[in-house]
């Protein structure tokens, strides 16, 4: 047809020549549209079948993060339209920087968290070079109300994370072992995050009641695992979820942070998986793995239903 027009100069065939090429596009368009609408529909699937496992929310009660914070939620329409973080061959790789004295049993807890922050993102995570307490400047401490060392969290992210460029980082999380405070009018946080910054700090004071031992482990590596992948999953764009039981709830308490679920619900596993582009099945079936090998029994048949559900 590109022939017919270029060498016959009476008009119909050049007509007929345009009308042809529009048909061709529609026709790729439409190409392209049903593409994506099959490649959607393999994956709708998934998340139908998970979403009979989500449970909504009930009306908050005093003291609960929802009754204390009025938030708006966010879709997965509202995430896809959001600026959000996506690996990159020169950003894929998520880092956990331990700042402060930690003990064997502590040691081996951070270990097994950047197992799981691996299997749980589906990235590359490595703990990157320790740090001392000592960097930590008396300006940026305090004495608690309960006669405890606090460490500002904002100075942790904006004059020790910020600073960290290690190879290929796509996130970075720090971790210490002294309480946290993100200002003068707050009594303690769990911990902190720079969205914009991809870097945020979590502190295992609060979550190990007082001492961290064999008898109380598996409960604070449940803890420490629910903390450390809702901070992360804020710097890979998702907001608070206020729908469904799901690991990204805002919580007030360590009451509240062992009532939540460890799991994503079925909508935050969308937007999650709509940046990384994991296997969802092989990510459950790890998960489950990881669970089953650290005797966390209660997590390990959520991810049991979930699998059971696709």
Request: aromatic letters at 10%; charged letters at 25%; one cysteine or more.
């Amino acid at each position: 047809m590109i022939s017919s027009r270029a060498f016959t100069k009476n008009n119909s065939p050049i007509t007929a020549s345009v009308l042809s090429i529009s048909f061709m596009r529609k026709l790729f368009l439409l190409g392209i549209v049903l593409f994506y609408s099959c490649n959607s529909s393999k994956e709708n699937p998934y998340f139908e079948g998970v979403k009979a496992n989500d449970v909504a929310l009930s009306t908050p009660a005093p003291g609960e993060w929802l009754y204390d914070h009025e938030e708006k939620g966010q879709d997965f329409e509202q995430f896809l339209k959001s600026k959000h973080i996506i690996p990159t061959k020169e950003a894929n790789i998520i880092y956990i920087k331990p700042i402060g004295n930690f003990t064997a049993l502590q040691n081996k807890q951070i270990e097994l968290v950047r197992e799981y922050l691996q299997i749980f993102f589906q990235l590359e995570t490595k703990i990157s070079e320790k740090a001392s307490n000592d960097i930590i400047p008396d300006h940026a401490r305090r004495i608690g109300k309960e006669n405890q060392e606090q460490f500002l969290a904002g100075f942790i992210l904006d004059s020790i994370l910020k600073k960290e460029k290690p190879l290929n980082r796509i996130a970075l999380m720090g971790l210490t072992e002294v309480d946290l405070y993100p200002s003068s009018q707050w009594n303690f946080v769990f911990g902190l995050a720079s969205y914009t910054q991809k870097i945020g700090v979590s502190s295992i004071y609060r979550l190990q009641d007082e001492n961290l031992t064999e008898a109380n482990f598996n409960l604070c590596l449940t803890r420490l695992s629910k903390v450390c992948s809702h901070e992360i999953g804020h710097m890979f764009g998702m907001h608070h979820c206020i729908t469904a039981n799901c690991v990204m709830n805002g919580t007030n308490s360590l009451e509240e942070t062992d009532q939540s679920t460890i799991r994503l619900c079925s909508v935050c596993q969308r937007k999650l998986n709509s940046s990384i582009k994991y296997d969802n099945e092989k990510r459950l079936k790890e998960l489950a793995a990881f669970f089953r090998r650290n005797n966390l029994m209660r997590e390990l048949q959520l991810m049991k239903k979930d699998l059971a559900s696709i």
